[in-house]
């Protein structure tokens, strides 16, 4: 497979990832609103802050209004961290590798796209925000479906999955650092709603039945971390997210140093005991954790994508 | 339904008295027993299938939506496999021709030598390439594929019009609009004895692989494709997956200090034996053509010219493809061959000799002016539907530039029975078949019949409102 084409499915792989859990968390964060009593109303902005976009948000906007927040999330086709953003780039990404992926992959995003900018305009009240929100996840689930189901586990499979879990990883672990502190800033104040933010944070990472099932009801910020970083289970924790990576790789040629390195966020995940760790820690070991993903992508593209004249 | 009845135009399925040509007595009784709602529907489904199978072609824009839906007409047009049978030796004869006047040309230039053809017309040609001199590809051969476009007169010969051997576009719409008949008319189909044309991919793998390098023995062949940007763009990505084969852009390859072509691939480079380019001749090497290319890749014509890979077509094949080369192309098969060409050219025009300017300039009225370089439909006059300030314009530009410049009388193009809206008109039409020369030569059973599809005109571009049609070539009793 050409170089070009596998970096081209990895990034569809990451794009269609990014759109479907953006969706996702801004869902998530609109239910919260409604759950809480007026006053405690939480940070919109933080929203923008997950993705460290603020920079992006100051570009088109001024005041960080609920308004302007969705604006930019959800329909900026200029902001790299829009839903439209990352649909237009997996769509164009599918267009030049639709040889390599099953019969159906292409009309599917493209009628996604379709839907996309169909609705974009209309989906900003709060109402019809929800829906369209929806739409988008089981549009992204669907043709997840679609590449489980009839695509050949070769490289193409092996690259989209790639781009797939780097991109779910790096996105729960920015979800858990800023929600995590920002419940833990708020304690003080929002003591009387913090179970429903600690079930809005599982619900942003799609855990929150899995998390029941296996923890039992009761929420707290160490018994979250524990088990959304090292769920051996559950296929959105981060340590089954580097399992895939792990599994996925090992398919591949030349990839002993991508798994080496893989192998140690591996193993300082299994290290990190949420109960030990106070919130300062937290954030370092979430940016040691961030720095180790971006590493794993320079990593990837070193072995694969740029193989130069020797 | 009721069938028109031809009046001065050669018509490829009715006589001018009415009665169906040899071959086409199914498809006449099929269509008079339709009705025009029925025909309407048909062709309704037939551009659904169309969309369904994405069969698709790009227009140059900025702009997002940049597929098109391929036009297609369901009527097939009918030709007798006797009648195909002599126009595909014609085809490879002018091949052979060509072929060994483009070897000619850039090796001991014979033919020029002789005086047979003007020097200067090929020597100072923007497609004539001094990179390409003394080079000999294998087999003798440079240009690999090529479609010629052939035409009928009113009397019911077919002309050549002109041969495509730069890239040469079409043939997956070939294939696809067969696909479509056999969907949407499955019984007509089945009562008559079509020669199949989809083995045209498997036969131009086998052509490419009779190219590559002689110590090679598995070679490996890819596309080389402009990009998504491209108006032939899903030509391209048909046809490699058809022949199992990458789809590569320039960026894919470079090449390696001892002229080994290679690609970037996840396992490392592989080097690459036999390249079929969709890209234009100055775009393949930005170090000796366009310096500005970003399509091709550095060092590709020395890697070329060491014989380390093989190029279809070779590079200066377009040539032989401009339209005053055209007019010496019966020469060639007499000068070659020692034969008399099997299929007739059209009379043409040399702008660059005074006594046929003068005539030119005299009858514009009544020819059709061509720029020697341009394909695709573009900056051409058609005399008789032109008006005086165009025909002024045209004026100026042969004086000023007479060697750019060629002419023809108007022929008026066969017709077949086009579906218009509910109702069966004719439209005029053409015929692309394609011819591959390795180590053997091969003709596609038939080919692309381009239809113009605005009434009276005589343009068959898809890029200008030209749709398509399925070409039969029919074993025949009836």
Redesign the interface.
């Known amino acids: 497979m050409l170089s070009r084409v596998a970096e081209r499915l990895y990034w569809a792989g990451r794009y269609l990832e990014r759109a479907e859990n953006t969706a996702r968390l801004v869902s998530s964060h609109n239910r919260l609103i409604l759950d809480i009593p007026i006053g405690s109303e939480p940070d919109w902005f933080a929203l923008v802050e997950v993705f460290n976009a603020e920079n992006q948000f100051a570009q088109f906007f001024k005041r960080p209004t609920e308004m302007n927040v969705h604006k930019l999330l959800l329909l900026k086709t200029r902001a790299p961290c829009s839903i439209a953003f990352s649909l237009r780039s997996a769509k164009e990404d599918i267009r030049v590798t639709r040889a390599a992926l099953p019969d159906g992959a292409w009309e599917h995003i493209n009628e996604m796209c379709i839907y996309m900018d169909e609705s974009l305009g209309a989906s900003l009240s709060r109402r019809n925000r929800t829906i369209f929100l929806n739409n988008i996840i089981q549009k992204c689930q669907l043709f997840n479906g679609l590449l489980d189901s009839s695509l050949t586990r070769g490289l193409a499979f092996n690259f989209i999955k790639l781009g797939q879990h780097i991109e779910r990883a790096d996105m729960v672990t920015r979800i858990l650092n800023v929600g995590v502190r920002d419940i833990v800033k708020q304690e003080e104040s929002f003591s009387h709603i913090k179970p429903i933010r600690w079930n809005t944070l599982l619900e942003a990472v799609s855990a929150k039945s899995a998390f029941r099932q296996s923890m039992g009801a009761t929420v707290d910020r160490d018994l979250i971390l524990e088990f959304v970083f090292k769920s051996e289970t559950f296929p959105r924790s981060v340590i089954f997210c580097l399992y895939v990576l792990n599994e996925r790789a090992s398919q591949l040629p030349r990839t002993e140093e991508f798994l080496t390195h893989v192998n140690s966020i591996i193993r300082k995940i299994k290290r990190f005991s949420a109960g030990k760790v106070e919130q300062e820690n937290l954030e370092r070991f979430v940016q040691k954790v961030q720095m180790g993903l971006i590493e794993t992508h320079i990593l990837l593209s070193k072995t694969w994508f740029d193989s130069e004249a020797t | 339904m009721d069938l028109y009845k031809p009046d001065k135009v050669y018509d490829e399925l009715i006589t001018k008295a009415g009665r169906s040509r040899k071959g086409g007595t199914r498809l006449v009784r099929w269509l008079k027993k339709e009705s025009p709602e029925s025909i309407g529907r048909y062709s309704k489904l037939a551009s659904l299938a169309v969309r369904e199978m ?1 069969i698709s072609y790009a227009i140059y824009s900025e702009g997002q939506n940049i597929d098109r839906e391929w036009p297609f007409d369901l009527i097939p047009r009918i030709i007798s496999a006797k009648e195909w049978s002599y126009l595909s030796s014609g085809l490879l004869q002018r091949s052979r021709a060509i072929n060994r006047f483009l070897d000619d040309i850039y090796n001991e230039q014979s033919i020029l030598s002789a005086g047979l053809i003007p020097k200067e017309l090929i020597l100072s040609s923007p497609n004539y390439h001094q990179e390409c001199k003394g080079v000999s590809p294998r087999h003798g051969i440079w240009a690999h594929i090529g479609g010629t476009d052939l035409i009928r007169d009113q009397k019911g010969n077919f002309y050549a019009l002109e041969d495509n051997l730069r890239v040469p576009s079409g043939v997956s719409y070939m294939i696809e609009n067969r696909e479509v008949t056999k969907r949407l008319l499955p019984d007509l189909f089945a009562n008559y004895s079509i020669s199949p044309v989809d083995d045209y991919p498997a036969r131009l793998y086998e052509m490419l692989k009779s190219l590559a390098p002689l110590n090679i023995r598995k070679p490996r062949i890819v596309l080389l494709t402009p ?2 940007y491209n108006s032939a763009y899903f030509e391209h ?1 048909y046809l ?2 058809r022949m199992g084969i ?4 320039g ?2 390859l ?1 090449v ?1 200090s001892e002229n080994n072509v ?8 592989e080097q690459v034996d036999v390249i079929y380019r969709r890209i234009n001749d100055e775009f393949l090497d930005p170090e000796e053509l366009d310096p500005e290319s970003q399509l091709g890749c550095r060092g590709l014509m020395e890697a070329w010219r060491h014989g380390k890979v093989a190029i279809a077509n070779a590079p200066g094949a377009g040539v032989a493809d401009d339209k005053a080369v055209y007019a010496f192309v019966p020469t060639m098969i007499r000068y070659y061959l020692k034969e008399e060409p099997l299929i007739k050219n059209i009379k043409t025009y040399l702008c660059m000799h005074k006594p046929a300017r003068d005539f030119v300039l005299q009858n514009l009225e009544r020819l059709v002016v061509k720029p020697i370089n341009q394909s695709g439909g573009y900056g051409i006059l058609i005399g008789p539907h032109s008006s005086d300030s165009q025909r002024r314009y045209f004026k100026g530009l042969i004086t000023k530039n007479p060697e750019n410049y060629i002419a023809q009388p108007t022929l008026s193009l066969s017709t077949a029975p086009t579906i218009i809206e509910q109702d069966i008109e004719p439209r005029h039409i053409d015929l692309r078949p394609f011819t591959l020369y390795g180590k053997e030569g091969w003709v596609t059973s038939g080919g692309l019949t381009r239809v113009a599809l605005k009434k009276g005109s005589l343009v068959v571009n898809s890029s200008q409102g030209g749709g398509s049609k399925d070409t039969w070539i029919v074993e025949e009793t009836v």
């Not at chain 2, 990458?246 to 852009?249: F, G, H, K, P």
């Not at chain 2, 290679?262 to 480079?269: E, L």
Request: charged share 25%; glycine share 14%; net charge negative.
């Open positions: 994405g990009g998504i990505a490699s997956q990458e789809l590569v852009e960026s894919d470079f390696d290679n690609m970037r691939t996840v396992k490392g480079n």
